[in-house]
């Protein structure tokens, strides 16, 4: 396993979630430094999107524990995961459709970022402040004024990513973020997700589009039946051959070599 030298962002030690007798997550344990980018990838069912249900709080463990930042977070509610520090951005459209895009981001960036009673519903300039960088972030500036019901898909998944940023979080889930969109889009939310992570913010990612995760990440790893099966750098998913047999299949382990060539070679030339 990655050993992280200091105390990890985020660590999960042997983390379990039955679902009665089926292990949807099997006493699954890795550690991520502040500052990485995890992708995680796998066939379907592999239990992925099960490990951020935990890791957000949406759904208990079985057994195991998570910690943030060295503090034991798994029997804190959801909510109480966002205000230490942690984001989730859902694979289904999560956003209020007869809000306005900034009042989506409001309503993030009031509740998101520290425990708000109701009737006080003031704004604090800081907050509004919180929710112009998050818009321009992702640039949907220009859109602020909009019905969310209006956007096309491309704005919705980046009206979520802006949500999750107004809460100035320190670590980002992001649940297959670029599903459905063409390849020009695709490439317009690597920018933004690329320039989160150039800006400090640890991020996790589930993503089936090879491309992106093998672009964005700087470790991934590969789940299957509720296990690690690859843990890594994206360049070695292709020489795995489980990884090849259970998820990418011959062709697109080539794809896949020839994407983690390219990074390599983007990054010697930058
Ligand atoms: N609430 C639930 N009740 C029962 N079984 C569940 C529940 N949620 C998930 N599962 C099962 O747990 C396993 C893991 O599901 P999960 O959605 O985590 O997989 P995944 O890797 O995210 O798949 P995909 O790539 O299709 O999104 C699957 O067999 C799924 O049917």
Known sequence: MFQVRETPLLSCRNVTKKFGSLAAVSELSFDLAAGEVLGIGGPNGAGKTTLFEMISGQTAVTSGTIALEGRDITGLSPVGRCHAGLARVF??????DSLSVRENVLVAAYYGRAPR?????????????????????VGLEASADRAAAKLPVIDRKLLMIAGALAMSPKLLLLDEPVGGLTQREIDQVADVVGQVAADGVTVVLIEHVMRFLVQLSTRVMILHHGRKLYEGDAAGISRDPDVVEVYLGQSAGKDVARLAADRTEARHAG
């Open 117 to 137: 009673r109701i009737p006080g519903f003031r704004v604090p300039s800081e907050v509004s402040d919180q929710v112009q960088d998050a818009l321009c972030r």
């Open 91 to 96: 694979q289904l459209n999560t956003g209020f």
